[in-house]
């Protein structure tokens, strides 16, 4: 085993037999009947939407902030060159989180290192092919990051031939630097989670706290972009004082700001020498810690794991069925530190993202049309969040994995089984709309009866995407062959939840959205048809999804195999 991880040079063939296989794995899944095009489709479009917001935001960012006259000199090269030392710092610290989770999902969670230990492959050489597979993921950020930020900017400042070779060399050396960080900070975090592995509780309460920290930084950031551009005085934002602190704390970014000066041809000797310096010695040292990481990783695959000691306890009390299988769904979904996160904490964190949306989308509808809209978009973003948290569901019957065949021997019957994984999810969901409705109704958006309208639409509408979600899975369900049956990779099963999301918003929320702004407009009050076409639109989906999770039940149930 030790002789295996011993260095020697790459294996040539073997590298590139690695590097095939790697890729016709990666389009392999085109070819799969349950391929998620309609996924696909929505990765692209809001790829697309959110690319060309942020060019259109962006070039009119940069035509006000190049403008700007310091001591009542225009000096556009500087103002550049400090928009892309902020810009490459924050695209920097994104690139290497996403560096440490592709590091970590490589070396620990890929079920093939474990067959290719047992294999007569030279350690260097799948080291080799592992770290190709980082960077060529990596480079694909780099590209929708730096490139997009580059390209965008180019037309402002007038760039030359040298600000596009420069923008090429940039994306293609950004990934050694975000991956070499990415490398020392990976070991750490492992520990880290080593100690919250099995301390469920405190594993949701400090994720939840980060994740609702993080919302609330996001919000602030984008409450202020939104005044600045209502207010039409980003020009006076930007005082003397401002930017003196702006040049000040540019000048304290690595790698940022030689990489920035090294692309606009500020010093291009000198900022590109050292930025070739950080990217040589940010390889070595990512090829150091990544190699002692994978010899770890693939060790750890061969000589196994121990397993989490705890005390022992009495037997727990009698139980009935369904108790017992709700107790069972939530320990599921407590334990397991993927679905706890992706359910739990977004279902708990959901009304905050109501709240904060509601209050920068409310004033800006008001500023631009001078109509009240609040209730509208308040059931229109709870719609939205709602379905994005219950995508979750559609693994209510896939995340069981072999434990299925278990509970399907017992003696309870399908409606059970069924519906204790329902009652689960409705508790989350009505606990997150009353948390939501309280919260809306508490910041003045909503009076007492309308928060009361939104607590009921929103579980209706909740209740009929998780009837939905269930029985399809019980239809597509796959069950999955990694340790312990977590499922880590989506489905078209939740493409299809958020396509029906959108439509009910669509349909729905933006209709009651338009009439009342048009009703308003025109001096007529509505106020009585939001409340019954909400209302009617909630039960009438919330039945016929009803009828279609209960109709050939338990013959759905009995047939199912999970594919096999």
């Not at 620990?108 to 350690?123: C, T």
């Not at 930017?243 to 790698?255: H, K, L, Q």
């Amino acid at each position: 085993m030790n002789n295996k991880f011993k260095d020697s040079a790459p294996d040539i063939a073997t590298l590139r037999v690695l590097l095939k296989k790697q890729a016709k794995e990666t389009f392999s899944g085109f070819k799969d009947k349950k391929f998620d095009y309609l996924g696909l489709i929505l990765k692209i479009a809001i790829y697309i939407c959110f690319t060309a917001t942020f060019v259109f935001m962006f070039v009119r960012f940069s035509g006000v902030y190049l403008d700007i006259k310091l001591y009542g000199v225009q000096d556009i090269s500087a103002r550049a060159y400090e928009m892309l030392t902020v810009l490459y710092e924050v695209v920097f610290l994104l690139t290497v989180i996403g560096a440490v989770g592709q590091i970590n999902h490589t070396l620990f969670h890929n079920d093939e290192n474990m067959l290719f230990s047992a294999m007569p492959i030279n350690g260097s050489t799948l080291f080799l092919s592992r770290l190709i597979s980082i960077y060529l993921k990596q480079l694909i950020v780099s590209i929708i990051f730096v490139f997009t930020v580059n390209i965008s900017l180019a037309p402002s400042i007038h760039a030359g031939a040298w600000y596009y070779v420069a923008t090429l060399l940039t994306t293609v050396f950004w990934p050694f630097l975000s991956i070499s960080v990415a490398s020392l900070i990976v070991l750490p975090m492992r520990k880290v989670l080593e100690f919250f592995k099995n301390r469920f509780v405190l594993s949701f309460v400090c994720v939840t706290v980060m994740l609702a920290g993080g919302f609330t930084a996001y919000y602030f950031v984008l409450n202020a972009v939104k005044q600045i551009l209502l207010k039409d005085d980003l020009r006076y934002f930007f005082t003397e004082k401002v930017m003196n602190s702006i040049a000040e704390g540019v000048s304290f970014t690595v790698p940022a700001r030689f990489v920035a000066g090294f692309v606009l041809g500020r010093d291009t000797l000198v900022n590109g020498l050292i930025s070739l310096a950080i990217a040589l010695v940010c390889a070595g040292f990512a090829v150091l810690m990544i190699k002692l990481l994978f010899r770890k990783a693939m060790q750890s695959k061969t000589q196994g794991r121990s397993d989490f000691e705890r005390k022992k306890k009495a037997f727990p009390k009698r139980r009935s069925p369904f108790t017992a299988l709700i107790k069972k769904e939530f320990i599921i979904v407590f334990r397991t530190s993927s679905y706890m996160f992706s359910y739990f904490s977004v279902a708990l964190i959901m009304p905050l993202m109501v709240f904060f949306c509601l209050s920068l989308g409310d004033n800006m509808v008001k500023t631009l049309v001078g109509v009240d809209t609040s209730l509208e978009l308040a059931l229109i973003l709870t719609m939205l969040f709602g379905a994005i948290t219950n995508t979750f569901c559609a693994t209510n019957i896939s995340r069981d994995g072999m434990m299925f065949y278990c509970v399907k021997a017992m003696p309870v019957s399908a409606k059970q089984v069924v519906f204790s994984k329902i009652a689960l999810c409705l508790f989350t969901t009505v606990l997150s709309n009353l948390l939501n409705a309280v919260l809306v109704g508490a910041g003045g958006f909503v009076n007492v009866g309308e928060a009361v309208l939104l607590a009921v639409t929103g579980v209706l509408f909740a209740f009929s995407q998780i009837c939905y979600a269930t029985r399809a899975d019980m239809k597509f369900a796959r069950f999955s062959d990694s340790d312990g049956g977590e499922i880590s990779q989506s489905s078209d099963l939740i493409s299809q939840i958020i396509v029906i999301g959108f439509l009910s918003i669509i349909i729905c929320g933006g209709a009651l959205l338009y009439l009342n702004v048009q009703g308003n407009l025109k001096g007529m009050k509505i106020e009585n048809v939001t409340w019954s076409v909400s209302l009617v639109a909630a039960i009438l989906s919330c039945v016929f999804f009803y009828i279609y999770l209960v109709r050939k039940l338990a013959t759905k149930y009995y047939e199912f195999s999970g594919g096999y």
